[in-house]
């Protein structure tokens, strides 16, 4: 497989920016040729509907400008549904354990949670934060709590999830 595949399949598992110095640590390769293979892939998706984003040094896949009304359309359609049990899942998981890294949402649940987790960001529920997620003021103040720990049977359910965590080795516990 090439470099630009290696690269991409990354970019498209991690769901979110990686930078050029993760990713050449983690394809064991030099900058330069990372370099090169991220130039490339920029001009191979120049005309397709995934582009690749290029932040600096964070590099991520993303949709074409020019399918902003077709994005933006989708997503007003998502906020006015009702959450799904995912979503719930991950609100929950945010609300008694975070914040956390999005890589332990993904042990927890046992699945990526990449897409449900950009939904609730969208919704405003959550924010990110140097990569950890965390509820929102306004999701607090929906809630009528001030702080997490005035959510219902808190102590009780952060107990019964750090033990799981433990017991199943989630998060390097």
């Known amino acids: 497989m090439n470099l630009e595949s290696k690269i991409e399949s990354i970019l498209f598992f991690k769901g979110e920016p ?5 990713l050449s640590k983690l394809l064991d390769v030099p900058r330069d040729g990372l370099d090169s293979a991220i130039s490339n892939l920029e001009k191979e998706y120049s005309d397709r509907g995934v582009v690749l984003v290029v932040n600096g040094d964070n590099i991520s896949l993303g949709t074409h400008p ?3 009304p077709v994005i933006e359309s989708i997503q007003k359609e998502e906020l006015s549904r009702e959450l799904s049990r995912a979503s719930l899942e991950c609100l929950t998981i945010v609300l008694y354990r975070g914040p956390l890294p999005r890589r332990e949402i993904d042990e927890i649940r046992g699945v990526n949670s990449s897409y449900t987790l950009r939904a609730l960001l969208v919704r405003g529920l959550i924010e990110r934060e140097d990569s950890l997620y965390r509820p929102t003021t ?3 103040e929906y809630l009528g ?3 997490r720990e005035e959510l219902p049977e808190f102590e009780n359910a952060f107990a019964q999830l750090d033990k799981f965590m433990k017991e199943a080795n989630v998060g390097g516990q």
Do not use: A, G
């Open 138 to 140: 306004k999701l607090l």
């Open 66 to 68: 020019d399918m902003s």
């Open 18 to 22: 990686v930078s050029r110095k993760e």
């Open 145 to 147: 709590v001030k702080r």
